[in-house]
T-cell receptor
C-alpha cells in the first residue's frame, strides 16, 4: 500500500528562520514520483516540485530546497530565510504503481506553516 | 494561459437537490481527476478519467458521478447531495497518470 506521512501538523517560525518540512513515504514500487504542493490561505493548490525515484539529487530553487533520500524513504522540504508569504499548508504527495491503471496521487495530511514577522 | 477552471467556486445547496460542478482544462491533458479535501483527512480522490469515455472510481466515489464526453471537460455530478458531502472540491489534470497534476481553484460546497 502507498502512504505518505507528514508528522508535523503545524509549525510556527519567525521570519528569516529556516524551516524543514518532513515527508516520509511508503511504497513497494521501484518507480514512483514524489511531489510537493503549497496551499496558501486563498485555497488553491500550487505545484512546487516533482521528483522521480531514480533521481536522488537534491534540488534548490531560490529559497526552497528538497532533500530526497531513498534509504530513509524521505523527501524533505526546506525553506531558507522564511517569509510571511510562505505561510501556507504544504502537502507532500506520492504517485506510484506505474503499471497499474488509475493510480491516484496519494497526499499526506499536510503541514501548516505559520511565519510571523 | 494554461489552466484548469472550475465552476461554481462557491455553492450552498440543500439535501437532495442535484448539482453539477464543471471542470475544464485547456492543456489537452488526457488524465483528469476529482479530489475532495476535508480537515484532518487531506485530499482524497473521488473519480478519475484516463481519456474520453474512460472513467473509474477513486478512493471515495460514493454519492458522486462523472462523465468524460470531451477531452477538456470532466464534470462532477452529485445526484442527491447530503451534508457529508460538504467539502472543498478540486479538479486536476495532467498529461498522464504519473505526470504533474495541475489543480483548479477549488469549489467550496455546503450542503444543508
Amino acid at each position: 500500500a502507498q502512504k505518505v506521512t507528514q508528522a508535523q501538523t503545524e509549525i510556527s517560525v519567525v521570519e528569516k528562520e529556516d524551516v524543514t518540512l518532513d515527508c516520509v513515504y511508503e511504497t513497494r514500487d521501484t518507480t514512483y514520483y514524489l511531489f510537493w504542493y503549497k496551499q496558501p490561505p486563498s485555497g488553491e493548490l500550487v505545484f512546487l516540485i516533482r521528483r522521480n525515484s531514480f533521481d536522488e539529487q537534491n534540488e534548490i530553487s531560490g529559497r526552497y530546497s528538497w532533500n530526497f533520500q531513498k534509504s530513509t524513504s524521505s523527501f524533505n522540504f526546506t525553506i531558507t530565510a522564511s517569509q510571511v508569504v510562505d505561510s501556507a499548508v504544504y502537502f507532500c504527495a506520492l504517485s506510484a504503481g506505474l503499471n497499474q491503471a488509475g493510480t491516484a496521487l496519494i497526499f499526506g495530511k499536510g503541514t501548516t506553516l505559520s511565519v510571523s514577522s | 494561459e494554461a489552466q484548469v477552471t472550475q465552476n461554481p467556486r462557491y455553492l450552498i445547496t440543500v439535501t437532495g437537490k442535484k448539482l453539477t460542478v464543471t471542470c475544464s482544462q485547456n492543456m489537452n491533458h488526457e488524465y483528469m481527476s476529482w479530489y475532495r479535501q476535508d480537515p484532518g483527512l487531506g485530499l482524497r480522490q473521488i473519480y478519475y478519467s484516463m481519456n474520453v469515455e474512460v472513467t473509474d472510481k477513486g478512493d471515495v466515489p460514493e454519492g458522486y458521478k462523472v462523465s468524460r464526453k470531451e477531452k477538456r471537460n470532466f464534470p462532477l455530478i452529485l445526484e442527491s447531495p447530503s451534508p457529508n458531502q460538504t467539502s472543498l472540491y478540486f479538479c486536476a489534470s495532467s498529461a498522464g497518470e504519473q505526470e504533474t497534476q495541475y489543480f483548479g481553484p477549488g469549489t467550496r460546497l455546503l450542503v444543508l
